[in-house]
């Protein structure tokens, strides 16, 4: 088994020392930064220097989930003691998405919201409408609970599978009036799994797709004002309890000084070292900036994964329809049509946020699965399409904005957890003893979407702190 490769002349190199250092400024590193802060310990953030450069939009998850239902998201900003003022900015929306499709744009949001229109669209009748959100409801409702109070994270090899059981009258799972849907409805409810999921190729667990189609029945929510949204909220909370951000340019090593986990950066004499190292990038994409000589092997494994490409575009705000949600699943062409493109088919997702420097102005947001070796390229023309499809009239009122895309610290990159992996199963973020590393391994929850991000960062945090105590 290949460790972290020993340096043992230091005479030379400028260290720093902090408690922990946390690789990756996605969400789940945020949150458990924010929280290993709180408990005391001195933090570095390591991050890309091309994700710190993003456009905030280009950051932030498709849909809020768990924000107005007692989900996990409004337990972890008030965890987290995001101060009140900030919180407040969390707004209520009315819908969660709209899912649109050739001859179809369905809005998503409430219990009778979402019945009525899946019955005025012709998916299946009103009474079946009614009864599959009204399971829907009992069985998200059911897995919010057991989510808000499952360790989630273990430190060893004790197993932790949850899959079995009942919350108060309720079979944990998917009713069966939502397994078992006609023809017609099950690529809506697909689409939606699609777009709220983090998985790669792998199948949503039953819990977990349970989880995502109902999270949507409490409406939407987002800031209605210009950033610091959730993920700029996430970075200030990390800087009040005095963590550190540091971004990287070019490669570095992971080490081990004095039994101690190190960042060796290339090109410098500068080392970093923890007593503990956290790693909250997707190992697939973090071995792509390390040296495969020294790569250890827990970050070494390969698993199938993807990348959800985002599309930066700006849309002046008098052409966008009324009627559109600031959130949109789009189905792409029918299943009946010749695809255009490889991605004519695939679900993709568009946001709109305000432009708090441009007043007549959208900032959108457009994402797309990509596999490995697909053309990029192709995919954002696709992407731009959408767009356009969705707005008619506005013909060159649709500004595409480059940026340059992160290797490795981006939440865009979407792996499979191992066999028998995955929520409901707790996942073992211990890599090794000596030294202290963890792994902040996404993949284990990314059939629970934004969730699971925050759910991982949160009782990873928790864990890794109180073993540094």
């Known amino acids: 088994m290949r460790r972290l490769t020993r340096v043992t002349d230091t005479t030379r190199l400028r260290a720093r020392r902090w408690d922990a250092l946390v690789v990756g400024s996605g969400v789940s590193a945020l949150v458990a930064a924010a929280r290993l802060g709180s408990a005391g310990h001195r933090v570095l953030v390591v991050e890309e220097d091309a994700t710190r450069a993003l456009h905030p939009a280009l950051r932030e998850p498709f849909f809020?989930?768990?924000?107005?239902?007692?989900?996990?998201?409004?337990?972890?900003?008030?965890?987290?003691?995001?101060?009140?003022?900030?919180?407040?900015?969390?707004?209520?929306?009315?819908?969660?998405?709209?899912v649109t499709g050739p001859g179809l744009r369905l809005d998503v949001g409430g219990p009778d919201i979402t019945s009525n229109e899946i019955a005025r669209w012709g998916l299946c009748g009103a009474e079946d409408a009614a009864a599959l959100v009204r399971a829907l409801g009992e069985a998200t409702e059911a897995e919010r609970q057991v989510m808000l109070t499952s360790p989630l994270v273990r430190l060893g090899r004790r197993l932790g599978i949850n899959r079995a059981g009942t919350t108060g009258s309720h079979m944990r799972g998917l009713p069966a009036e939502v397994a078992r849907t006609g023809p017609s409805l099950q690529p809506v409810l697909d689409a939606q799994v699609s777009a709220l999921s983090n998985l790669a190729t792998g199948a949503v667990s039953p819990e977990a797709r349970a989880r995502l189609l109902g999270c949507s029945l409490a409406g939407g929510a987002g800031f209605g004002d210009g950033p610091p949204w959730l993920v700029g909220l996430l970075r200030k909370r990390v800087e009040e309890v005095h963590g550190e951000f540091r971004s990287v340019a070019n490669g570095f090593s992971l080490v081990s000084v004095e039994n101690r986990p190190g960042i060796l950066i290339e090109g410098t004499q500068e080392i970093w070292i923890g007593r503990a190292l956290v790693l909250a990038a997707a190992p697939g994409a973090l071995a792509q900036v390390l040296d495969p000589e020294t790569t250890p092997d827990f970050v070494q494994a390969r698993r199938p994964r993807c990348r959800r490409i985002g599309l930066h575009?700006?849309?002046?705000?008098?052409?966008?329809?009324?009627?559109?949600?600031?959130?949109?699943?789009?189905?792409?062409?029918?299943?009946?049509?010749t695809p255009k493109t490889p991605f004519s088919a695939r679900v993709a997702s568009i946001t709109a946020y305000a432009n708090p420097n441009q007043s007549e102005q959208f900032d959108l947001v457009a994402r797309l699965r990509v596999n490995e070796g697909e053309d990029i390229a192709a995919a954002e023309d696709e992407l731009e399409s959408r767009v356009h499809a969705l707005m008619p009239f506005a013909t060159d009122r649709i500004q595409r904005r480059a940026y340059r895309r992160p290797v490795w610290d981006d939440d865009g990159w979407l792996e499979d957890p191992g066999p028998g992996s995955g929520w409901p199963a707790e996942i073992n973020i211990r890599s090794l003893s000596k030294p202290a590393v963890y792994q902040l391994d996404r993949a284990c929850v990314g059939n629970l979407g934004i969730e699971g991000d925050l759910l991982l960062g949160w009782r990873g945090g928790d864990a890794i702190a109180a073993e540094l105590n």
């Open 64 to 98: 809020l989930a768990g924000s107005r239902d007692g989900g996990v998201l409004e337990a972890c900003i008030r965890e987290l003691s995001i101060p009140l003022l900030d919180r407040r900015r969390l707004g209520t929306e009315r819908l969660a998405y709209q």
């Open 313 to 337: 575009l700006q849309v002046d705000r008098d052409v966008l329809p009324r009627g559109m949600c600031p959130r949109v699943v789009d189905l792409g062409n029918a299943p009946s049509e």
